[in-house]
């Protein structure tokens, strides 16, 4: 069964900064694309950032510039570091990880992050 359990998750000021990581079994990981995606209120999941097992990433337009994915592939973590936050970067992150030998795919149950106006 795999695990994935997303941290960092809260409440900041409009242009404000959060990091979120995700932990992600070992035995997965060094063969996995990791990405974050969110969820907003009556809106369908989307994604945000993502990065390969070799350090390729790509981004959604609204996150290019402000947001950072990394991965720490000796501590199996994959972190997003989002920087001047927007109101409209408010839902819930999900953790997202896609075995590269097939076609699984897995998600973490999510962690809030909430920018006040």
């Known amino acids: 069964q795999v695990q994935l359990v997303e941290s960092g998750g809260g409440l900041v000021q409009a242009g404000g900064s959060l990091r979120l990581s995700c932990a992600a079994p070992?035995?997965?990981?060094?063969?996995?694309?990791m990405g974050w995606y969110r969820q907003a209120p009556g809106k369908p999941r989307e994604l945000v950032a993502a990065?390969?097992?070799?350090?390729?990433?790509n981004y959604a337009d609204s996150a290019k510039g402000r947001f950072t994915i990394s991965r720490d592939n000796a501590k199996n973590t994959v972190s997003l570091q989002m920087n001047s936050l927007k109101p409209e970067d408010t839902g819930i992150y999900y953790c997202?990880?896609?075995?590269?030998?097939?076609?699984?795919?897995?998600w973490g149950q999510g962690t809030q992050v909430t920018v006040s106006s």
């Open positions: 997202n990880l896609v075995l590269i030998i097939a076609t699984n795919n897995y």
């Open positions: 070992g035995s997965i990981f060094s063969i996995s694309t």
């Open positions: 990065i390969t097992r070799d350090g390729s990433t």
